[in-house]
DNA sequence: ACAAATTAGTTGCGTACGCCACTAAATTCG
DNA sequence: CGAATTTAGTGGCGTACGCAACTAATTTGT
């Protein structure tokens, strides 16, 4: 008769204490690796998915990135300022800034990526590959559209 | 011959990446969650931390939480401003400062916590019991020394 | 065509976090 | 016992994020 309240008083009963935890874990380990580009850890998640993007909307990046359009707007500053990054507004549209990689943005990128696929393979490594491969799936499926809806719609009970 | 290089370039290749996105998504979850007590998630976090070890060192705190001391500092700031926690030197080692809940930090935690129970329920059910309890058990495990120490140990290849 | 509503970003403010440099208190050791 | 070292926190600075309020540009409804 003890199931019906599992484990309210762990350390990690809430997920979203967890994660962050696990967040500030990585990231310190993270930005160290990434120091020698010049990149935090974060900085190089922007780059990585600009570069994937070509020249995105900020509203199309900040929904990738599950980011506020205002926070991306902060974190583009130092990559700007540093020269890695370019805000263009769109012809077409006036309203909508496209982001892009300068030419020194790409080297970097190229340089970091290096290092993020080192990484990779060490954490495949002391994690597992496929429980890696699983995790990373279970994180996506957390920080999707459709999962924030399922957790919300209780709301309505 | 695909299988050597799995997923280098998927969305969430990095792991820390990944988190970070589910972290975001999660922190505007789950503060709107708490707002109703005027916390955020990372408060209740700390609260409930301290709640659980009665009137720990900050350095202990830092510890569990796995967060820098100056961050802990930084994050219990508001919190004493607001009157829910308070900090004493300790008698023994004036080196040392204990953290502690004042009376309305005790009933504003107390409050947090039923809502914190409400959310994990919440989580269970869209996520699933089982699932959810592994998922917690792995990010402790990431975030966990040991698996830090395991990651930084490759760097001597 | 034009006023109202919507959409895209920005700015200001507050919290979240980490590193480095610095202070203070304790411990170690010659 | 007094000097050197270690340990516990603080303060400054910079990045990471989010919300509310505001501006500018586009779309819509009549």
Do not use: W
Not at 5 to 10: E, R, Y
Not at 99 to 109: K, M, N, W
Not at 119 to 144: H, Y
């Amino acid at each position: 008769m003890k199931s019906a309240k599992p484990c309210t008083d762990n350390p990690s009963a809430c997920v979203n204490g967890a994660v962050r935890r696990t967040s500030r874990r990585l990231g310190q380990i993270y930005d160290e690796a990434y120091a020698p580009c010049g990149l935090k850890a974060t900085q190089y998640a922007v780059l990585n998915h600009i570069a994937k993007a070509g020249t995105p909307k900020m509203g199309e990046l900040a929904q990738t990135l599950v980011m506020d359009l205002s926070a991306l707007g902060h974190t583009l500053k130092p990559l700007v300022r540093d020269g890695l990054v370019e805000l263009r507004v769109d012809e077409l549209d006036r309203r909508t800034r496209r982001v892009l990689l300068t030419e020194q943005g790409v080297q970097t990128h190229a340089a970091a990526k290096r290092i993020s696929n080192k990484m990779a393979e060490r954490f495949d490594l002391a994690f597992g590959r496929e429980a890696a491969a699983q995790l990373r799936q279970t994180l996506d499926l957390i920080a999707s559209d459709a999962f924030a809806q399922a957790l919300l719609a209780q709301a309505d009970d």
